[in-house]
Nanobody, 125 residues
Framework: VQLQASGGGLVQAGGSLRLSCAAS????????MGWFRQGPGKEREFVAA????????YYADSVQGRFTISRDNAKNTVYLQMNSLKPEDTAVYYC???????????????????WGQGTQVTVSS
């Protein structure tokens, strides 16, 4: 049972990356999902969340308008499209599952149970 995050890498400021989070051993089609990140020397922070249907999304102010979260339930996968990347976006990015079937999208780390292993995103200036 795991969430496998991938798609990270090194990119110049202003560039784009698309992260993927594939679930294996569990079905996430009925779960709200979230992306978090942890920069060097910083605490893990909320980035974006998406409802189980994909109909609702929510973003941290720092990424609003630049990042887009989406999902493909047929593929049991969640995505994070990151555009106009900035050096301050450098972090390890994690996907996570909200175990409760609720309408409200959550930003707190404690609201999520399964976590991916993380994928490194490095943005050079």
């Amino acid at each position: 049972v795991q969430l496998q995050a991938s798609g990270g890498g090194l990119v110049q400021a202003g560039g784009s990356l698309r992260l993927s989070c594939a679930a294996s051993g569990l079905t996430i089609s009925r779960n709200n999902m979230g992306w978090f990140r942890q920069g060097p020397g910083k605490e893990r922070e909320f980035v974006a969340a998406i409802s189980w249907s994909g109909g609702s999304t929510y973003y941290a102010d720092s990424v609003q308008g630049r990042f887009t979260i989406s999902r493909d339930n047929a593929k049991n996968t969640v995505y994070l499209q990151m555009n106009s990347l900035k050096p301050e976006d450098t972090a390890v990015y994690y996907c996570a599952r909200d175990p409760r079937w609720e309408l409200r999208l959550k930003t707190m780390i404690s609201s999520y149970d399964y976590w991916g292993q993380g994928t490194q995103v490095t943005v050079s200036s």
